[in-house]
């Protein structure tokens, strides 16, 4: 399976269970630097998979 094939429904429920799951793995004083890092880590997937590799 690929994350691909998963329903708008499903993407947000494994994005809700990852978010949970890994809150209960660090500190309270991280959280908020770990989710502004994946913020910019999924701004620039949105950015790289934007660019075209012909150049135009």
């Not at 793995?25 to 949105?46: H, Q, R």
């Amino acid at each position: 399976m690929n994350i691909t094939d998963l329903s708008g429904s499903e993407l947000v429920l494994l994005a809700s269970v990852f978010a949970i799951a890994f809150s209960s793995m660090v500190k309270e004083e991280e959280l908020d630097v770990w989710g502004n890092f994946f913020s910019a880590f999924g701004s620039n997937l949105s950015i790289i998979s934007g660019v075209d590799p012909n150049g135009n």
